[in-house]
């Protein structure tokens, strides 16, 4: 059974860093897309960085040159590392897993994981 496990939130000041990290188990496939996705309250749950198997990433602009997705395919490891965090960026951060199967691909989510700064 495939799970996908956020760590590393927290309480930080604006302007302080966190990283987190996201573990993606049991699956027998090649895990192929992991992304992170945040949701603020009042707010639809938003794409935020995203990395392929082939190492491409991408991120929304609002983090762009402050956040910096990374990956390890040998552990299906996803980090997000967060620098010069705001108090917009407080929310709770998601891990997506996109596992492709013989007859199409399917979607694993974490449990989130809250990242609040304060101002």
């Known amino acids: 059974q495939v799970q996908v496990v956020e760590s590393g939130g927290g309480l930080v000041q604006a302007g302080g860093s966190l990283r987190l990290s996201c573990a993606v188990s049991g699956s027998t496939s090649r895990v192929n897309a992991i992304d992170w996705y945040r949701q603020a309250p009042g707010k639809q749950r938003e794409l935020v960085a995203a990395?392929?198997?082939?190492?491409?990433?991408n991120y929304v602009d609002s983090v762009k040159g402050r956040f910096t997705i990374s990956r390890d395919n040998a552990k299906n490891m996803v980090y997000l590392q967060m620098n010069s965090l705001k108090p917009e960026d407080t929310a709770v951060y998601y891990c997506?897993?996109?596992?492709?199967?013989?007859?199409?691909?399917?979607?694993?989510w974490g449990q989130g994981t809250q990242v609040t700064v304060s101002s």
């Open positions: 990395s392929d198997y082939d190492g491409s990433t």
């Open positions: 997506k897993a996109t596992i492709k199967f013989l007859l199409g691909q399917r979607d694993y």
